[in-house]
């Protein structure tokens, strides 16, 4: 993985937006009945576990977890029921094993070792409990502008970018997890992110869009971007 520098240097330069959204998918499966224990891993500032909260989708204890202190830090401040701490996805060593009813983790897995972080997942997670991921998908044509490990990449701190199905299923220990249900839909980039990046004196709000409802609703004009696929997941834990 990244050094801690590296990890602090990215989130204070590229702040993840609170778009106040929680994807389709996720929303039918944790919405079906009561999850006493939601850990969001990798939560960036927090946007999606806030989100749940909003909607009323959380049991008594949620927690949230990222390997940033200064992502850790913007959550912390809010003012919610949100257990939130430093911790590294690969291990989360601040997690009881088998306390987690529902397992949640958004654009995380192709940024550190999968393997590993499936393992973490297994740990922390008993039988029963249900795991949402999300990750993308690149087709042999894809491209985007930024440079990693992965090559031409969507982002520049990804390790990988899965181009097939088995790439990632075959990372998944049919012994420890059975994938319920899997879907892909276009990966949209809403033009308002774009250009608020791109603006030096907005770059470090995460919360631009809560402020400012002209820019919220710009928001939802969006391109897709070609080649690229949202893919999301739902696992039971075995």
């Keep these: 993985m990244d050094t801690n520098a590296d990890v602090e240097m990215y989130a204070r330069s590229h702040p993840q937006f ?53 992502r850790v830090a913007h959550l912390a401040r809010e003012r919610a029921p949100i257990h939130a701490f430093v911790d590294d996805v690969e291990e989360l060593k601040n997690v009881k ?9 958004s654009q995380v897995i192709e940024h550190v070792d999968d393997v590993r972080m499936l393992n973490a997942v297994a740990r922390v997670t008993y039988p029963g409990s249900l795991i949402y991921l999300s990750t993308i998908q690149k087709r042999w044509y894809g491209w985007y502008f930024y440079r990693s490990k992965a090559g031409w990449a969507l982002d520049p701190t990804h390790l990988r970018e899965y181009r097939s199905d088995e790439e990632l299923f075959d990372r998944i220990d ?25 603006m030096r004196e907005q770059n470090h709000d995460p919360f631009i869009y809560r402020r400012n409802a002209l820019l919220k609703t710009l928001r939802k004009i969006a391109f897709p971007v070609i080649g690229y696929s949202m893919w999301e997941l739902i696992l039971e834990r075995r």
Excluded: H, M
């Design 174 to 198: 049919p012994k420890k997890f059975v994938v319920i249900e899997n879907q892909k839909t276009p990966l949209l980039f809403p033009i308002a992110d774009f250009i608020l990046r791109c």
């Design 18 to 70: 609170d778009d106040d959204i929680v994807p389709a998918l996720l929303e039918r499966y944790i919405s079906s009945k009561s999850f006493p224990t939601i850990l969001d891993a990798g939560c960036g500032e927090g946007s999606l576990v806030r989100a749940l909260i909003k909607r009323s989708y959380v049991g008594e204890r949620v927690l949230a977890c990222d390997a940033s202190s200064t």
């Design 97 to 105: 094993s088998g306390s987690v009813d529902f397992f949640i983790s």
